[in-house]
């Protein structure tokens, strides 16, 4: 397994993943500190003001940008695992800096995505950890298209897929290709309750799509996109399983999925 060297790392959780799935929190924190890294997190963080931005709420969302910058400036690194969030920082708090203000510049160029982060900044090569199942990955648009996390099916630019790269050095994966690989589950934060039903015939769609590929469990690096598919699995009793793919870097196992047969 590969190890940092001292490396420290401030690691930023979202509020939905503080208030709802906090063992990804958890899983995030374990799998760095297996990995070396001196992690810190910060007192008094809060949400990176994506939703506020979304529905265009520009002036309630510039006090919590302001914020986060100033909260994480101090650190080296930031480490966010949510790709709509660590999106959210790089790509939209230029609305509320100034093109030069150095804070803003560091927080930007120096806030990563977990699975970014352990591909790109740590170059891990292997990992100790067995998971036995049959895994379909559900790619999220923010992941795609803002931090270019993998390749899209509409640009033609061959991109190397970081998340699947990562979950190969787990041991024991069967992979399951759904058919439309990059397409969006529905979410979209506040699409979801503006255009609700739309927002829930995509998610039926993208469950549909991983269950006919024979996946037992659907792993996504968006826990936001897995909360609205997830949704969906309960309320209709669909046999799949969701995991954050922090959980099955750590060795998290699926409640209700035995393990595959070889």
């Not at 297996?34 to 992690?39: I, K, S, W």
């Not at 899209?152 to 630019?157: A, F, I, P, V």
């Not at 909360?227 to 699995?233: D, E, F, N, S, T």
């Amino acid at each position: 397994m590969y190890v940092a060297n001292c490396m420290s790392v401030a690691l930023f959780i979202p509020c939905y993943l503080d208030q709802f799935y906090p063992d990804v929190a958890i899983a995030s924190l374990e799998l760095l500190e297996r990995l070396g890294v001196d992690v810190v997190y910060p007192d008094g963080q809060t949400c990176c003001g994506q939703p506020m931005a979304n529905t265009g709420c520009v002036a309630d969302c510039a006090p919590v940008a302001h914020r986060f910058v100033e909260l994480f400036a101090a650190y080296d690194t930031i480490v966010c695992p949510s790709g709509s969030c660590t999106a959210m920082v790089r790509h939209h708090y230029g609305d509320y800096f100034a093109d030069d203000d150095p804070q803003f510049n560091h927080v930007k160029n120096r806030t990563f995505e977990l699975c970014e982060f352990l591909h790109d900044e740590l170059k891990i090569q292997s990992l100790d950890v067995q998971f036995p199942h049959k895994v379909s990955i559900h790619q999220s648009c923010h992941g795609l298209r803002e931090l270019r996390l993998g390749a899209s099916s509409e640009n033609m630019t061959p991109r190397e897929d970081k998340v699947r790269n990562v979950l190969n050095l787990v041991h024991g994966i069967q992979w399951c290709t759904p058919t439309r690989s990059d397409e969006c589950c529905g979410f979209g934060g506040t699409f979801a309750v503006n255009e609700a039903d739309v927002s829930a015939a995509m998610g039926r769609d993208r469950v549909a799509d991983h269950v006919s590929s024979g996946s037992e469990v659907l792993v996504s690096a968006d826990m936001s996109c897995l909360m609205h598919l997830q949704g969906i699995i309960r309320r209709e009793s669909i046999p799949i399983e969701v995991m954050h793919v922090a959980q099955v870097l750590v060795g998290r196992m699926p409640k209700r999925v035995s393990p595959s047969a070889s």
